[in-house]
């Protein structure tokens, strides 16, 4: 198996939101002026262009899905999907909203790929990018703090493409079984003679042994932690125990009073969901996705489930978990068809567009340059409340690392 470079996919609305409350307050509303709000533009701009620094040995292309209003919400509104999601009334979300595409807006303009498709959520997005650059012979890293797209971490045998999932803030990649044991694989490069040579600078496994050595420098320099998944497994798990925040209950939910009178909800665990797995491997052989779409193979999941979790009706359990299918599996059979050819259709408008210039996207600086974001005289903020307060922001001379990577006259033919 051989590594190319990688297409750096992110969870757009996952990237904002979860670097918009580590901004500071000075008067009670979060990014409630003008200072402030120039403030969280700066501060995306410098955590998107330190990860694409670190990556950027490793990756040639960066899409960024944005969220819609979901269909998920109009197909099944008796589900409440996301209904226990309330409003933060201490943000101006005006400005978070404005500044957001902002962001878009500038990326744009240094190639990066933006998409946000109508009646899509950003997971959808994701699923669609991945799955047609793994059935091409494209690799991607998703980049999110979500870990329902974990699902998402396969590898395509017969295309030799795969998707990884990719946390930042803890620095964890989740990859693929044997992901780890191909990157410590050195490719053997055969000797060539100087006529070789001269036609076949870029050999696959030259590209592939090089990508791998960066990997591996990320992996030590950052620290990232690796670990690997059987992601049919991990599918069939998360259905079963459901999503929270998505306010999506587990397949089992029941009420029972405690010794102090009050009334607890259980659900479905991580272990117990590991017991059903194993139950069902045992009694009817290995799980795969597409059994998700046999009736008969549902109702030996909802078998294995009353048997080994009960407190509730292989009837009740049968309808949670046709919803729970809906409501969190990433497929081409549960998004609807007009969504997902929309979808495709601007992936297909984008898909060869040129490569995004990595230098300019590897400096808050760069990324910035013409928008008077960059003007620090006109942001006085107290440095007591400034998040920037300290750091080199200007740089007189660029690192030579930084700079754009010299060809050599015998690797233009």
């Known amino acids: 198996m051989k590594l190319g470079k990688h297409t750096l996919m992110i969870d757009g609305n996952y990237f904002v939101y979860s670097r918009l409350y580590v901004m500071p307050r000075s008067k009670g509303i979060l990014l409630g002026?003008?200072?402030?709000?120039?403030?969280?533009?700066?501060?995306?701009?410098?955590?998107?262009?330190?990860?694409?620094?670190?990556?950027?040995?490793?990756?040639?292309?960066?899409?960024?899905?944005?969220d819609s209003k979901s269909w998920r919400k109009d197909l099944f509104p008796e589900a409440e999907y996301k209904g226990t999601r309330t409003i933060d009334e201490t943000v101006n979300w005006e400005a978070v909203y404005n500044i957001y595409d902002k962001f878009r807006e500038v990326l744009t303009k240094q190639g990066v790929i933006v998409q946000q498709t109508?009646?899509?959520?950003?997971?959808?997005?994701?699923?669609?990018?991945?799955?047609?650059l793994n059935n091409t012979g494209k690799n991607c890293i998703v980049w999110t703090g979500d870990r329902d797209l974990i699902q998402l971490v396969d590898y395509?045998?017969?295309?030799?493409?795969?998707?990884l999932w990719y946390y930042n803030t803890k620095r964890a990649l989740i990859t693929f079984e044997g992901f780890s044991k191909l990157l410590a694989e050195d490719d053997k490069v055969e000797e060539k003679n100087s006529d070789d040579l001269l036609f076949n600078m870029a050999a696959d496994e030259s590209i592939s042994g090089g990508i791998k050595a960066d990997i591996r420098e990320w992996f030590k320099k950052n620290r990232v932690s690796v670990e690997e998944v059987q992601s049919r497994e991990f599918i069939f798990k998360k259905i079963l125990t459901g999503d929270r925040s998505d306010n999506i209950t587990s397949v089992v939910s029941y009420d029972k009073q405690m010794s102090?009178?009050?009334?607890?909800?259980?659900?479905?665990?991580?272990?117990?969901?590991?017991?059903?797995?194993v139950q069902y491997q045992k009694d009817f052989g290995q799980f795969e996705v597409?059994?998700?779409?046999?009736?008969?193979?549902?109702?030996k999941m909802c078998d294995a489930i009353y048997r080994v979790v009960g407190n509730s009706s292989k009837e009740k359990i049968q309808t949670n978990l046709m919803q729970n299918i809906q409501l969190m599996l990433l497929h081409v059979r549960i998004i609807p068809e007009s969504i997902l050819n929309a979808i495709y259709k601007e992936i297909a408008k984008q898909y060869n567009s040129n490569?995004?210039?990595?230098?300019?996207?590897?400096?808050?600086?760069?990324?910035?340059?013409?928008?008077?974001f960059t003007d620090r005289d006109t942001m006085t903020t107290p440095v007591q409340f400034d998040a920037f307060s300290g750091m080199k922001i200007v740089e007189d001379k660029p690192k030579k690392e930084d700079l754009p990577k010299s060809k050599k006259l015998n690797e233009l033919f």
């Open 156 to 163: 395509t045998q017969a295309t030799d493409g795969y998707t």
């Open 33 to 66: 002026d003008e200072k402030e709000q120039a403030q969280f533009l700066r501060k995306l701009c410098i955590d998107f262009a330190s990860e694409v620094r670190k990556m950027r040995p490793f990756i040639n292309q960066i899409v960024v899905a944005v």
């Open 118 to 132: 109508n009646g899509a959520e950003a997971d959808d997005i994701l699923f669609a990018w991945s799955t047609e």
């Open 355 to 372: 490569s995004p210039d990595m230098h300019n996207l590897s400096s808050m600086e760069r990324i910035l340059e013409g928008t008077g």
């Open 260 to 277: 102090n009178g009050k009334i607890r909800t259980y659900s479905i665990t991580d272990k117990q969901a590991e017991k059903v797995l």
């Open 290 to 299: 597409e059994q998700l779409f046999v009736k008969e193979s549902r109702e």
